[in-house]
């Protein structure tokens, strides 16, 4: 030991110490790596829930930030993909470490969704900073893992990534239990969206306090550890490795793992993952377009989901340990898996209840849960077999590919579905009108020709049509038109024969008499001879002379009569029937053009009154928006069975890709490994150990 070393020195380390170094140099007991596990899963839970809380409430965000559905689709896409090269960068922890990482990630990503998001007021700012938030998300999501593989031997590995693949899951579930709690029914506010942001952040800037994150150090974590017995030859091994030895083993990272167990396995799950990560993304805007469930139900649905899925990745991780294989669960999980999706996505365009749907996500997810945790645990032991040095390389290569399947995945779904923009936009207040003028607007679509009929009409004369007793439309109807167009023409002649009926006929009864008289045009030169031949023709005494007086001074009205005696003649069958409509002469000269569309709506007028009190700003918003939103309404729920049935391809594929894992099918095959393995860490070490003592 060298001079230098001797000297006292301060064991107590500085604060910049102890924030920044971070490495174990020996294998930690029990209780504090369960306390670096619980430390690390509790990080990934916190990352992920700001990775997955715009699920919650992406139906505000598309409206505030007026986004159309397809380039909110494009924007994840793009953000996949960059998330994917923070995950590539992420193979560099196993030069540079992990947990620093970790930390300073969830204080970046915590800033950001607490404040800088929420600031947002247009799609590009959002968009451009959920891309910052989605590379460092990138990167931390690779760490994490990478540190649930060094501190979880290989026996104990399914447990430990069972307990790291609840993260995502729990993230999901915070994201849906939060929304349940904190999102309202019926929402005003078009910047709601932010509250939900601004817990999420704020709960993730608390998790930075959990800074007493550690790490294996290089030495430790580049070999492989089957049992916590190998625990002894693990640093034994790690005090004979040099800086040489850790530098050939990290050399050409990618060389040595783009191999094709590690890469089509890779391929594999995440394509098996197309249906979580479109639950993660779209099950908000699936369930409320195609099912009609409000945001609130929607994200309940989303409670059931994520919980079975908890519930699955946890205890298959303990059981999978419990019985030393992986290969068989993976194989239950995706049958199971396959089998749900079909039943999910056959309820499509049908009206199942909220309680039917949730059963359906619960088993679903629980395939996905069953066959997901032994795949973690099987691929970090696949790397592990090709180098244990790299691990998180092999983790980088993992999440590179899972975000670009994912990316592209979203750049596929608009072409597949392209029915959710204008049902996301207008659908809610098209599903609005329609509830709140139910009986109105059903009866426009059964009637459309009475409601072209009543929009020819004026209004004025819709009033005087309503001004008119029912009796007198009958009794005008029954009048012969080619009548009534008389008795319209010859209207002042008609009235004046009633009022003059009495001097009428007296001259029709004397029409020579009257004749003669007309030839003096100075009824002073009539001869006193004629005058009382005309008396006593009238009715003799007074009585005629009034009626010869009335005829002298009317006698323009009633020659007006006289020269219109044959179209008289023929309103006169019609005479009661006139009397009684012509106190509404007016109105029924207005109504006269309109008789055709006034005698199609005269059943329909309670109908047609109701119908003209829906504001005009509903007709207009339905014409403008009603048939976009009907004819998505007619597709999306084809279009998203589509989907679905991609995704169950996914699992298929997912399914024939397990033999290229390492492990067993059999648990006493892994228990014969096993125990080979022990007794081969037994003669290493005491190898070690003698070599040591001489």
Same mark, same amino acid.
């Given at each position: 030991?060298?001079?230098?070393?001797?000297?006292?020195?301060?064991?107590?380390?500085?604060?910049?110490?102890?924030?920044? /170094?971070? !490495?174990?140099?020996?294998?930690?007991?029990?209780?504090?790596?369960?306390?670096?596990?619980?430390?690390?899963?509790?990080?990934?839970?916190?990352?992920?829930?700001?990775?997955?809380?715009?699920?919650?409430?992406?139906?505000?965000?598309?409206?505030?930030?007026?986004?159309?559905?397809?380039?909110?689709?494009?924007?994840? %896409?793009?953000?996949?993909?960059?998330?994917?090269?923070?995950?590539?960068?992420?193979?560099?922890?196993?030069?540079?470490?992990?947990?620093?990482? $970790?930390?300073?990630?969830?204080?970046?990503?915590?800033?950001?969704?607490?404040? &800088?998001? =929420?600031?947002?007021?247009?799609?590009?700012?959002?968009?451009?900073?959920?891309?910052?938030?989605?590379?460092?998300?990138?990167?931390?999501?690779?760490?994490?893992?990478?540190?649930?593989?060094?501190?979880?031997?290989?026996?104990?590995?399914?447990?430990?990534?069972?307990?790291?693949?609840?993260?995502?899951?729990?993230?999901?579930?915070?994201?849906?239990?939060?929304?349940?709690?904190?999102?309202? %029914?019926?929402?005003?506010?078009?910047?709601?969206?932010?509250?939900?942001?601004?817990?999420?952040?704020?709960?993730?800037?608390?998790?930075?306090?959990?800074?007493?994150?550690?790490?294996?150090?290089?030495?430790?974590?580049?070999?492989?550890?089957?049992?916590?017995?190998?625990?002894?030859?693990?640093?034994?091994?790690?005090?004979?490795?040099?800086?040489?030895?850790?530098?050939?083993?990290?050399?050409?990272?990618?060389?040595?793992?783009?191999?094709?167990?590690?890469?089509?396995?890779?391929?594999?799950?995440?394509?098996?993952?197309?249906?979580?990560?479109?639950?993660?993304?779209?099950?908000?805007?699936?369930?409320?377009?195609?099912?009609?469930?409000?945001?609130?139900?929607?994200?309940?649905?989303?409670?059931?989901?994520?919980?079975?899925?908890?519930?699955?990745?946890?205890?298959?991780?303990?059981?999978?340990?419990?019985?030393?294989?992986?290969?068989?669960?993976?194989?239950?999980?995706?049958?199971?898996?396959?089998?749900?999706?079909?039943?999910?996505?056959?309820?499509?365009?049908?009206?199942?209840?909220?309680?039917?749907?949730? &059963?359906?996500?619960?088993?679903?997810?629980?395939?996905?849960? &069953?066959?997901?945790?032994?795949?973690? #645990?099987?691929?970090?032991?696949?790397?592990?077999?090709?180098?244990?040095?790299?691990? %998180?390389?092999?983790?980088?290569?993992?999440?590179?590919?899972?975000?670009?399947?994912?990316?592209?995945?979203?750049?596929?779904?608009?072409?597949?579905?392209?029915?959710?923009? =204008?049902?996301?936009?207008?659908?809610?207040?098209? !599903?609005?009108?329609?509830? +709140?003028?139910?009986?109105?607007?059903?009866?426009?679509? %059964?009637?459309?020709?009475?409601?072209?009929?009543?929009?020819?009409?004026?209004?004025?004369?819709?009033?005087?049509?309503?001004?008119?007793?029912?009796?007198?439309?009958?009794?005008? !109807? /029954?009048?012969? =038109?080619?009548?009534?167009?008389?008795?319209? /023409?010859?209207?002042? !002649?008609?009235?004046?024969?009633? /009022?003059?009926?009495?001097?009428?006929?007296?001259?029709?009864?004397?029409? #020579?008499?009257?004749?003669?008289?007309?030839?003096?045009?100075?009824?002073?030169?009539? =001869?006193?001879?004629?005058?009382?031949?005309?008396?006593?023709?009238?009715?003799?005494?007074?009585?005629?002379?009034? $009626?010869?007086?009335?005829?002298?001074?009317?006698?323009?009205?009633?020659?007006?009569?006289?020269?219109?005696?044959?179209?008289?003649?023929?309103?006169?069958?019609?005479?009661?029937?006139?009397?009684?409509? #012509?106190?509404?002469?007016?109105?029924?000269?207005?109504?006269?053009?309109?008789?055709?569309?006034?005698?199609?709506?005269?059943?329909?007028?309670?109908?047609?009154?109701?119908?003209?009190?829906?504001?005009?700003?509903?007709?207009?918003?339905?014409?403008?928006?009603?048939?976009?939103?009907?004819?998505?309404?007619?597709?999306?729920?084809? +279009?998203?069975?589509?989907?679905?049935?991609?995704?169950?391809?996914?699992?298929?594929?997912?399914?024939?890709?397990?033999?290229?894992?390492?492990?067993?099918?059999?648990?006493?095959?892994?228990?014969?490994?096993?125990?080979?393995?022990?007794?081969?860490?037994?003669?290493?070490?005491?190898?070690?150990?003698?070599?040591?003592?001489?």
């Amino acid at each position: 030991m060298s001079g230098t070393a001797a000297q006292p020195v301060s064991t107590r380390p500085g604060w910049i110490d102890w924030l920044i /170094k971070r !490495q174990l140099d020996s294998y930690p007991d029990t209780r504090p790596r369960v306390m670096y596990l619980g430390i690390t899963v509790l990080a990934t839970i916190t990352l992920y829930y700001e990775l997955y809380v715009g699920g919650s409430v992406s139906t505000l965000i598309l409206t505030n930030l007026h986004m159309t559905f397809t380039f909110y689709v494009l924007t994840l %896409a793009v953000g996949a993909i960059i998330g994917a090269f923070g995950s590539l960068f992420a193979g560099i922890t196993d030069r540079l470490g992990r947990a620093n990482l $970790v930390v300073f990630g969830l204080f970046f990503t915590g800033v950001f969704v607490a404040f &800088i998001l =929420p600031a947002a007021t247009d799609k590009w700012t959002f968009t451009i900073e959920g891309f910052v938030v989605g590379f460092v998300e990138g990167v931390c999501l690779v760490a994490t893992p990478a540190l649930i593989r060094d501190f979880s031997p290989q026996v104990g590995r399914a447990t430990a990534m069972g307990f790291w693949t609840a993260g995502p899951v729990i993230g999901s579930l915070i994201v849906s239990v939060v929304g349940t709690a904190t999102i309202p %029914a019926i929402i005003n506010d078009p910047r709601f969206w932010t509250h939900e942001y601004r817990i999420c952040g704020i709960a993730g800037l608390i998790v930075i306090a959990l800074i007493g994150l550690k790490e294996l150090s290089p030495a430790l974590r580049d070999q492989i550890m089957v049992t916590l017995r190998d625990r002894a030859l693990v640093e034994a091994r790690a005090k004979g490795l040099t800086e040489a030895d850790i530098e050939a083993a990290l050399r050409h990272p990618f060389r040595q793992l783009m191999k094709p167990d590690i890469i089509i396995s890779a391929i594999a799950v995440s394509i098996m993952l197309l249906i979580y990560y479109t639950a993660v993304g779209f099950s908000v805007i699936y369930l409320t377009t195609v099912f009609g469930f409000s945001l609130k139900d929607a994200n309940g649905l989303g409670n059931w989901n994520w919980g079975f899925n908890v519930i699955a990745v946890i205890l298959i991780g303990i059981i999978s340990d419990r019985f030393r294989v992986r290969k068989p669960f993976m194989v239950l999980g995706g049958v199971v898996a396959a089998i749900m999706t079909v039943i999910y996505l056959l309820q499509a365009g049908h009206h199942p209840s909220y309680y039917t749907l949730a &059963i359906i996500l619960a088993v679903l997810s629980l395939g996905l849960g &069953i066959a997901y945790t032994p795949w973690m #645990a099987s691929y970090t032991e696949t790397v592990e077999a090709r180098n244990p040095a790299l691990t %998180a390389t092999g983790l980088a290569i993992w999440g590179w590919i899972i975000r670009i399947v994912v990316a592209l995945s979203f750049f596929l779904l608009p072409l597949v579905i392209n029915s959710v923009t =204008p049902l996301v936009d207008y659908g809610a207040q098209v !599903q609005a009108y329609a509830t +709140q003028y139910k009986s109105e607007l059903a009866f426009a679509q %059964a009637h459309p020709d009475v409601v072209a009929a009543a929009q020819k009409v004026p209004p004025s004369v819709i009033a005087a049509a309503k001004s008119v007793p029912p009796d007198v439309i009958a009794t005008a !109807q /029954k009048i012969p =038109p080619d009548v009534l167009a008389i008795a319209q /023409k010859d209207a002042t !002649q008609l009235a004046n024969a009633q /009022k003059f009926a009495p001097e009428l006929a007296v001259i029709q009864a004397h029409p #020579a008499l009257f004749t003669k008289l007309a030839t003096y045009k100075n009824p002073a030169q009539i =001869p006193p001879a004629l005058v009382n031949q005309a008396i006593a023709a009238a009715g003799g005494g007074v009585k005629g002379l009034k $009626v010869l007086t009335t005829i002298s001074q009317n006698q323009a009205a009633i020659t007006g009569v006289i020269a219109v005696a044959p179209d008289l003649q023929k309103l006169a069958p019609y005479a009661a029937d006139l009397k009684t409509i #012509a106190p509404y002469s007016a109105q029924l000269t207005a109504m006269a053009p309109y008789s055709a569309e006034l005698t199609k709506m005269a059943p329909y007028g309670p109908q047609l009154t109701a119908l003209a009190g829906v504001p005009p700003s509903v007709f207009a918003f339905l014409k403008a928006h009603g048939q976009d939103v009907q004819n998505a309404a007619a597709v999306t729920a084809s +279009q998203w069975r589509t989907w679905y049935w991609i995704c169950f391809g996914g699992i298929i594929f997912f399914l024939f890709s397990i033999p290229l894992l390492r492990g067993r099918w059999r648990t006493r095959d892994a228990k014969r490994d096993e125990e080979e393995h022990e007794a081969k860490v037994q003669e290493e070490l005491a190898r070690i150990q003698a070599a040591t003592v001489s």
